[in-house]
């Protein structure tokens, strides 16, 4: 349709990557890309923390399920949500801040999901290859301390990035029917779409170059939504401040 949205759709996460590094103006231009994204009530919530010391990369990729991509890419960022300078701002005009409302959470988290992923659009259009990596979450206590993050301030998720030394297929979403509805909600043709869709991402998995599996959509999403997920975070999130209220 045209170049920007052709770009989108060829989306894939890339987990290998040459050792080509990328330079300091790049991240920069990346980092301004981000920051253009919208955010609520102008509060610019998201920090990155750019990790280039390997033994704390290692440590990252270890906290991470020990995903190896995080200790080798070019380039490794932690996304923060962080409501800590708003207390900075705060203090310049004698204001007591109160903190720890779940709508505060929601923005700040929300703030950093556009401006990484404003982030990864604008390093895709330079050729460049990006994964998320919301692993970090599993030992999040353990990543804030390496990080020495303050209150108010947690680690969203990490992104990988560099030049792809592979190139995977484009993985199939789900029926526009499904996540599209006019007027109200309506779950009517989403059972039979799902099942059409299931069969698409099994062939899909089938026949991709690399880890091929036989899997469909339904099936990975039943095997996942019967584990917990990651329980440890409301008490860690409660603890750094976050959702009292
Ligand atoms: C917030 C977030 C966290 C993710 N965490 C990981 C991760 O820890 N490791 C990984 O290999 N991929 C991770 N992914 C990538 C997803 O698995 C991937 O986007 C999804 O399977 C769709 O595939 P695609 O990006 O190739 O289209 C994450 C994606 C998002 C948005």
Not at 8 to 25: D, G, V
Not at 59 to 76: D, I, K, R, T
Request: proline share 5%.
């Amino acid at each position: 349709m045209n170049p920007i949205i052709d770009l989108l759709k060829q989306h894939r996460s890339i987990r290998k990557f040459t050792a080509e590094p990328l330079p300091a103006e790049v991240i920069n231009t990346l980092i301004e890309a981000g920051q253009a994204a919208a955010t609520s009530s102008f509060i610019q919530a998201c920090t990155v923390i750019q990790i280039q010391n390997p033994d704390t990369r290692a440590q990252l990729a270890e906290c991470s399920g020990h995903q190896a991509y995080v200790a080798s890419a070019p380039v490794f960022l932690v996304f923060c949500a962080d409501m800590h300078r708003h207390q900075l701002a705060c203090d310049l005009h004698q204001a007591d801040m109160l903190s720890g409302f779940t709508e505060q959470f929601l923005t700040a988290s929300l703030d950093c999901g556009l401006f990484a992923q404003n982030l990864v659009i604008a390093a895709e259009s330079l050729g460049l290859g990006a994964v998320y990596i919301g692993g970090l979450r599993n030992q999040i206590e353990r990543v804030s301390e390496l990080l020495e993050l303050p209150e108010l301030v947690y680690p969203v998720f990490g992104l990988c990035l560099g030049y792809p030394d592979q190139n995977p297929e484009v993985k199939p979403r789900l029926p526009v029917s499904v996540v599209l509805k006019q007027e109200r909600y309506s779950d009517q043709d989403d059972r039979a779409a799902i099942q059409a869709y299931d069969e698409e991402v099994r062939t899909y998995y089938r026949q991709r170059t690399g880890n091929n599996k036989e899997m469909s959509w339904s099936e990975q999403i039943s095997g996942m939504l019967v584990k917990e997920a990651r329980p440890h975070m409301l008490p860690f999130l409660q603890k750094k401040g976050f959702l009292r209220r």
